[in-house]
């Protein structure tokens, strides 16, 4: 009816009224010319069938009807008359302009339930050039308004994407209708991406580390939690799209964990610090589990090489704070000048599982272990708790091989202790705390392992052996054992 398409202004509402009014005029003029042109072909069809008394005079015009009827030609012709009149009804002739308005006017809806009814009913007619000819044009207007829901879709720096992925539902949903699933699928998945970025960098890195990856992990856990759930709503009906959701949803998973690990994971940051801030970002993954989505062994996988490096890092620390304290070790029994200050140490040894730490108090407010050996304790047992909430099984050859390296760098300081000159009076206290070191603090880091993994940790029992090499340093300076 109208193949160009072409847009108008009016100068006032008024104008644009008798405009309108015009247009419908000429519309329903139109629709009676052709309605009057489809009764005279009735009609003369109709007429052509009418039996009528046979003459003499009518043998030729019954054999011309004859030779009609067994003409092919003329039935063909007969038959593209009729497929014709099945195109002209009156809201066919007028869905181009119908569904143009609805594009128009944003009418999605509508417009998705016009293209649905006229594909339905195209199936029942016979193929003929006019079905082509309808076909190509309702074939245009799909595509318009497949373009314009593509653009709905479709991100751009100008446009906002607040509102969560509820906002982008209705163009997914006509996209699914007009048969494009996969295509909304990416659509929607590439939106979310882009507000997930977008509200990522409008976060502000701003006071303690664990402050800002509660922000962060609560903005991105939150956007994949209602992504989720708003795509099983969307895609209920199109199983063959969740591979593609969680796919996506690894991809995101990798670009929120290289966020993280600048922030939590860099080398300097303490352990214990590391520990929390994983532990948040557990917890909130968990989460998901809610909405059938299990991302904890992915992220646990992704975190494992920074958690590595932080702990070797911590190791270092330690083992240079075991050190420096050992230069300014005395080697006499640590004095906390009061029972109130040893009672406040015996809890925090308990509270760390050295539960036999009341039997070093001596005179209530002296323990029977230097100052060293106690800082030591306190900053082992603190590691190895940090440890256990980052603990995967991952980790569990790291975490041996570090016990293993402490251990046995403190194992050289209580030797070239026991054997210096200037502590020969001390050095049977030096052998008790070397008692402690492998007897009580050892057998605590085995239990804290082996009630996290399930399991005693048996690569620790040739730490004993070094005991061993303390004894016999000893037995050569002549201490009696």
């Given at each position: 009816m109208f193949p160009d398409q072409r847009m108008f202004q009016a100068n006032g509402p008024k104008t644009k009224k008798e405009w309108l009014t015009a247009l419908?005029?000429?519309?329903?003029?139109?629709a009676a010319s052709d309605t009057r042109k489809r009764e005279l072909v009735h009609q003369s069809s109709r007429a052509s069938i009418i039996p009528k008394e046979v003459t003499p005079t009518d043998d030729v015009e019954v054999e011309q009807d004859l030779d009609e009827d067994n003409n092919p030609f003329f039935q063909e012709e007969a038959a593209d008359v009729m497929e014709?009149?099945?195109?002209?009804?009156?809201?066919?002739?007028e869905l181009p302009e119908d569904l143009?308005?609805?594009?128009?006017?944003?009418?999605?809806?509508?417009?998705?339930?016009?293209?649905?009814?006229?594909?339905?009913?195209?199936?029942?007619?016979?193929?003929?050039?006019?079905?082509?000819?309808?076909?190509?044009?309702?074939?245009?207007?799909?595509?318009?308004?497949?373009?314009?829901?593509?653009?709905?879709?479709?991100?751009?720096?100008?446009?906002?994407?607040?509102?969560?992925?509820q906002v982008?539902?209705?163009?997914?949903?006509?996209?699914?209708?007009?048969?494009?699933?996969?295509?909304?699928?990416?659509?929607?998945?590439?939106?979310?991406?882009?507000?997930?970025?977008?509200?990522?960098?409008?976060?502000?890195?701003?006071?303690a580390t664990t402050v800002y990856i509660t922000k962060l992990?609560?903005?991105?856990?939150?956007?994949?939690f209602e992504t989720g759930k708003e795509f099983r709503k969307a895609f209920a009906n199109h199983p063959g799209c969740f591979s593609a959701f969680v796919v996506w949803a690894n991809a995101e998973l990798k670009g929120y964990v290289n966020h993280f690990s600048r922030q939590a994971l860099s080398k300097q940051t303490n352990l214990s610090v590391v520990a929390e801030c994983v532990t948040i970002a557990r917890t909130y993954c968990s989460k998901l589990s809610a909405i059938g989505l299990d991302?904890?062994?992915?992220?646990?996988?992704?975190?494992?090489?920074?958690?590595?490096?932080?702990?070797?890092?911590?190791?270092?620390?330690?083992?240079?704070?075991?050190?420096?304290?050992?230069?300014?070790?005395?080697?006499?029994?640590?004095?906390l000048r009061n029972p109130s200050s040893a009672n406040v140490l015996v809890q925090e040894m308990v509270n760390c599982g050295i539960l036999m730490f009341p039997n070093f108090v001596v005179n209530g407010c002296f323990i029977d272990l230097s100052s060293s050996m106690v800082a030591f304790t306190k900053l082992l047992l603190a590691f190895i708790n940090d440890v256990?909430?980052?603990?995967?099984?991952?980790?569990?050859?790291?975490?041996?091989?570090?016990i293993k390296d402490v251990f046995s760098n403190h194992v050289q300081l209580l030797e070239g202790a026991v054997t210096n000159e200037k502590f020969v009076e001390e050095r049977q206290f030096i052998i008790k705390n070397a008692d402690f070191l492998f007897s009580t603090l050892l057998d605590t880091v085995g239990g804290k392992i082996k009630e996290k993994v399930g399991r005693s940790p048996r690569e620790l029992e040739v730490l004993k052996e070094e005991r061993k090499k303390i004894s016999k340093k000893a037995e050569q300076v002549g201490v009696l054992i």
């Open positions: 419908e005029d000429a519309k329903k003029a139109k014709s009149n099945l195109l002209k009804v009156d809201w066919l002739t143009d308005m609805c594009i128009a006017q944003r009418n999605f809806e509508d417009a998705v339930d016009l293209i649905i009814k006229t594909n339905d009913y195209l199936k029942e007619v016979p193929a003929c050039p006019a079905l082509k000819d309808m076909r190509a044009r309702v074939d245009h207007r799909i595509e318009l308004l497949t373009d314009v829901l593509i653009r709905e879709l479709s991100v751009s720096p100008d446009r906002s994407l607040r509102g969560g992925p982008t539902r209705r163009s997914v949903r006509e996209l699914i209708r007009l048969g494009r699933a996969i295509k909304a699928c990416d659509l929607f998945l590439k939106n979310r991406s882009e507000a997930i970025k977008q509200s990522i960098r409008q976060l502000r890195i701003e006071g992990c609560n903005v991105f856990f939150t956007h994949m991302l904890s062994f992915a992220l646990n996988s992704l975190l494992v090489k920074g958690i590595r490096d932080a702990m070797y890092y911590n190791k270092d620390q330690l083992i240079e704070a075991a050190r420096h304290r050992n230069i300014e070790e005395k080697w006499y029994q640590l004095n256990m909430k980052l603990y995967t099984p991952e980790i569990f050859p790291d975490l041996i091989d570090i």
